[in-house]
């Protein structure tokens, strides 16, 4: 059966999309927003070594795929064991987690509304706009990239993936220590300049 030009299979694989950028976006905002509350509550900066363990995961799964990939394991039956594993991973977790969490709570506080679009804040935002849109394209394209553009096998190109990772997990699992010693403004100003004069590789030249 066929819906316009896309068979049962890429029908499957977008619904499977839809369902998981849904649940995965909402639990992304409750977890930084739960994280950010667990910060201010220790005054301490964790967040980048909360963020280091997503990584640790990301790296984990890589690898795992990379694995499947060279040992030519279907896409479906690869997606099929690892939804399955995270669901098990989720219902035996949740009754270790501490009472309250990600559970608002409620301060009463007085916000100034017209302080907060500021030029430092509108600065920033523009900062971090740029900084996401270069580690989501990668998160998104990389692989399809290094296979496609580079002509890469697949399996190459998830090991590419899992390189991609382990500098994120160290970044992150280091930010927090760097933070804390030279201060927010002045790590984020070295991370985008070492971002931003980072080498290219020239596909032609790879090819």
């Known amino acids: 059966m ?9 029908a499957g694989f977008i619904v499977c999309g839809v369902l998981i950028g849904a649940s995965y976006g909402s639990v992304d905002v ?56 995270q669901a098990i991973v989720v219902v035996k977790a949740l009754p270790a987690m501490p009472s309250g ?30 900084l996401t849109l270069g580690e989501g394209a990668a998160m ?17 190109a998830g090991a590419a993936f899992v390189v991609f990772n382990v500098a994120a997990t160290a970044t992150r699992l280091l930010a927090g220590p760097w933070v804390e010693r030279w201060g927010r403004t002045r790590v984020l100003t070295l991370c985008a300049v070492i971002g931003a004069n980072s080498p290219r590789v020239d596909r032609t030249a790879a090819k």
Request: proline share 3%; aromatic share 4%.
């Open 140 to 156: 998104d394209w990389l692989t399809l990239a290094v296979n496609k553009d580079y002509g890469a096998s697949a399996a190459a």
């Open 101 to 130: 969490t990600g559970v608002a709570q409620h301060v009463r506080e007085r916000v100034e509304h017209s302080g907060w679009l500021t030029v430092p804040v509108i600065a920033l935002g523009i900062c971090l706009l740029a």
């Open 2 to 10: 066929r819906i316009g030009n896309i068979d049962d299979a890429q």
């Open 30 to 85: 409750a977890l930084n927003l739960d994280g950010t509350s667990i910060e201010k509550a220790t005054v301490r900066s964790l967040m980048p070594r909360m963020h280091g363990a997503y990584s640790i995961g990301a790296v984990i799964g890589a690898a795992l795929g990379t694995a499947a990939s060279a040992a030519a394991v279907p896409l479906l039956l690869q997606i099929s064991a690892l939804s399955a594993l």
